[in-house]
């Protein structure tokens, strides 16, 4: 069964520096899609970034870049010069495909604080 | 181009109660998936609608059950309420042919009592 794991479930940064939040995964399948989303206090799933597995660029949003070891089946967000408003829950999910129906399964989150 | 809009907010039941929760799609998303998210767990896979059909469903009990419009809205039922339905519903919208993720509302807080 797929799974994702979030070994980190609190973590803070002061404003201006960088924090990497980890994720590791498990699956048999080749070849699959990986997100990070931002849950601010709002309560909606923001997407942060997305990495299909079968490229092995890691992908890069402005501030934020992943570090995606497919053979590791990890997959950490970096967030660069962070900001006030990044301060939110941070999930990594993994898309499951079957048939013609996707779904994410998540991890329990990483509860991100940026201090000024 | 509007998001997902989700209906209501915030509401509170009883336990045995039912509950009619609405999601409104993202314009040109056609399939609505819809999750729970506990406190302080990540959002767990209910079902997913394409075509007005379910097509897709997470170890949820019968009595959650949805619907989908033909303008792609879609409606979440949880019948004979339990004290564990309590949690966060998200209904998140896509494209069918999409691997870039989904568009999420900002759910609806459900509270049984």
């Known amino acids: 069964a797929q799974t994702v794991t979030q070994s980190q479930p609190e973590m803070s940064v002061q404003e201006a520096e960088t924090v990497t939040l980890s994720c590791t995964y498990d699956t048999s399948e080749s070849n699959y899609y990986l997100f990070w989303y931002k849950q601010p206090p709002s309560r909606q799933m923001i997407l942060v970034i997305r990495q299909e597995a079968y490229k092995q660029q890691n992908a890069t949003e402005n501030r934020f870049s992943v570090n995606f070891q497919k053979a590791a089946k990890s997959f950490s967000l970096k967030i660069s010069d962070s900001q006030l408003g990044d301060t939110a829950m941070y999930f990594c999910a993994f898309m499951m495909e079957t048939g013609n129906n996707r779904k994410l399964i998540w991890g329990l989150g990483t509860s991100l604080a940026v201090n000024p | 181009e509007t998001g997902v809009t989700q209906s209501p907010t915030h509401l509170i039941k009883t336990r045995g109660q039912q509950v009619t929760l609405r999601c409104s799609s993202q314009?040109?998303?056609?399939?609505v998936s819809w999750y729970q998210q506990a406190l302080g767990q990540g959002p767990q896979f209910i079902f997913q609608?394409?075509?007005?059909?379910?097509?897709g469903r997470g170890n949820f009990p019968p009595r959650f059950s949805g619907l989908q419009f033909p303008n792609y809205s879609s409606e979440l039922n949880v019948n004979a309420l339990e004290l564990d339905d309590s949690a966060l519903y998200l209904c998140?919208?896509?494209?069918?042919?999409?691997?870039?993720?989904?568009?999420f509302g900002s759910g609806t807080r459900l509270t049984v009592v």
């Open positions: 998140a919208s896509s494209p069918q042919d999409s691997y870039y993720g989904y568009t």
């Open positions: 609608y394409y075509r007005e059909e379910e097509n």
């Open positions: 314009s040109g998303h056609n399939t």
